[in-house]
């Protein structure tokens, strides 16, 4: 019997080559598409994924999750700029919809196996899951996946996974005459269509003015709101000192930004909550860590599991260490753990 996957399509190059890809497998595909607003870029995306899986002759379904959306993703990126800290969006859309939802629709269709157009690895190890870094380390997207179910990864398939360059994505994609290689890759944040972060938060949050100033209480100049603002930035503060500052904290309760100079900006010991953790057996291993992104990794000396939080020592201290954004933890390819900097 053939097996079936469900394929998150975008109409991007990547999940056209996850197509490609499942295609030459030989799966049974059923495309989907989510649709999560009304704004230009995700009309285009249901078009262009339709028009792929028409030339492909398989299903393609376009599911509303418009409502849903709002309220898992949109709501929590308000509300967390609102709580004086930094959203990662990417990370809570996968978990709630691009693999919370998938996976129930899989399971709705009674489907083997969700497939997506993500840079990460699975490997069954003795029939244990666990998630990997993609072979492409520059597009690895593991970081973005790690509050994913590690009840999902026994159905995941990443196409991309084990392969080396975006070139030779696009390449696939030249041979099998898909005219898409031009497109733009995805915005970072995918519902805010100009990527204008503060006219988007503008709609949500009335300016609200406060004070900024610096870390021994000194007057520097007046905010219009804290959200306009992050942990590290530099640029866009509108106050003059002889020498660079930074954000260096948010004070929720008094409406006010502190800033201080660069070298103020680190520390070696950070508190997550909202742990989730995929590889529980790699623990005690010797674990490096990231704070962000695009960050790099550094070596956990210590950790500490205290009722809902996690208590973590870096060897070497950290910049601008960001609260509302995750801290990701590796033991060599695979993701150990995932948690919500505090």
Same mark, same amino acid.
């Given at each position: 019997?053939?097996?079936?996957?469900?394929?998150?399509?975008?109409?991007?190059?990547?999940?056209?080559?996850?197509?490609?890809?499942?295609?030459?497998?030989?799966?049974?595909?059923?495309g989907v598409t989510f649709k999560i607003n009304n704004n230009a870029n995700?009309?285009?995306?249901?078009?262009?994924?339709?028009?792929?899986?028409?030339?492909?002759?398989?299903?393609?379904?376009?599911?509303?999750?418009?409502?849903?959306?709002?309220?898992?993703?949109?709501?929590?990126?308000?509300?967390?700029?609102?709580?004086?800290?930094?959203?990662?969006?990417?990370?809570?859309?996968?978990?709630?919809?691009?693999?919370?939802?998938?996976?129930?629709?899989?399971?709705?269709?009674?489907?083997?196996?969700?497939?997506?157009?993500?840079?990460?690895?699975?490997?069954?190890?003795?029939?244990?899951?666990?998630?990997?870094?993609?072979?492409?380390?520059?597009?690895?997207?593991?970081?973005?996946?790690?509050?994913?179910?590690?009840?999902?990864?026994?159905?995941?398939?990443?196409?991309?996974?084990?392969?080396?360059?975006?070139?030779?994505?696009?390449?696939?994609?030249?041979?099998?005459?898909? %005219?898409? *290689? +031009? $497109? #733009?890759?995805?915005?970072? /944040?995918?519902?805010?269509? @100009?990527?204008?972060?503060?006219?988007? !938060?503008?709609?949500?949050?009335?300016?609200?003015?406060?004070?900024?100033?610096?870390?021994?209480?000194?007057?520097?100049?007046?905010?219009?709101?804290?959200?306009?603002?992050?942990?590290?930035?530099?640029?866009?503060?509108?106050?003059?000192?002889?020498?660079?500052?930074?954000?260096?904290?948010?004070?929720?309760?008094?409406?006010?930004?502190?800033?201080?100079?660069?070298?103020?900006?680190?520390?070696?010991?950070?508190?997550?909550?909202?742990?989730?953790?995929?590889?529980? %057996?790699? *623990? +005690? $291993? #010797?674990?490096?860590?990231? /704070?962000?992104?695009?960050? @790099?990794?550094?070596?956990?000396?210590? !950790?500490?599991?205290?009722?809902?939080?996690?208590?973590?020592?870096?060897?070497?201290?950290?910049?601008?260490?960001?609260?509302?954004?995750?801290?990701?933890?590796?033991?060599?390819?695979?993701?150990?753990?995932?948690?919500?900097?505090?």
């Amino acid at each position: 019997m053939d097996k079936t996957v469900l394929l998150a399509m975008s109409g991007g190059v990547d999940s056209t080559y996850a197509l490609i890809s499942l295609v030459k497998q030989g799966y049974k595909i059923t495309g989907v598409t989510f649709k999560i607003n009304n704004n230009a870029n995700t009309i285009k995306s249901i078009e262009d994924a339709s028009k792929i899986a028409k030339s492909y002759n398989i299903k393609h379904l376009v599911i509303d999750y418009t409502d849903i959306f709002k309220n898992e993703v949109i709501k929590y990126f308000i509300d967390t700029y609102k709580s004086g800290k930094t959203p990662n969006p990417c990370v809570i859309c996968n978990k709630k919809i691009k693999f919370g939802q998938l996976d129930k629709l899989r399971k709705k269709l009674n489907l083997d196996y969700l497939a997506t157009g993500h840079y990460a690895n699975v490997e069954n190890i003795n029939g244990m899951f666990y998630l990997k870094k993609a072979l492409n380390k520059k597009k690895d997207q593991s970081y973005f996946l790690n509050q994913i179910s590690s009840n999902i990864l026994q159905y995941c398939i990443f196409p991309l996974g084990s392969v080396q360059t975006k070139e030779y994505v696009k390449s696939i994609l030249a041979d099998n005459n898909i %005219e898409i *290689l +031009n $497109k #733009k890759e995805s915005q970072e /944040i995918c519902f805010i269509e @100009d990527n204008n972060c503060v006219k988007f !938060l503008k709609e949500y949050i009335p300016e609200n003015e406060g004070i900024i100033k610096n870390i021994n209480n000194k007057f520097l100049g007046i905010h219009k709101g804290i959200y306009f603002y992050t942990i590290g930035q530099r640029r866009g503060l509108g106050i003059s000192h002889d020498k660079p500052l930074f954000v260096k904290k948010i004070d929720i309760y008094n409406n006010e930004v502190i800033v201080a100079e660069e070298k103020d900006l680190y520390t070696d010991n950070i508190t997550i909550k909202n742990i989730n953790i995929l590889a529980p %057996e790699f *623990l +005690n $291993k #010797k674990l490096v860590g990231k /704070i962000r992104y695009r960050s @790099d990794e550094y070596e956990i000396e210590d !950790l500490q599991i205290i009722n809902a939080f996690v208590s973590i020592k870096f060897k070497e201290k950290q910049k601008s260490v960001t609260p509302g954004q995750y801290l990701v933890a590796y033991y060599n390819e695979y993701l150990v753990f995932g948690g919500e900097i505090t």
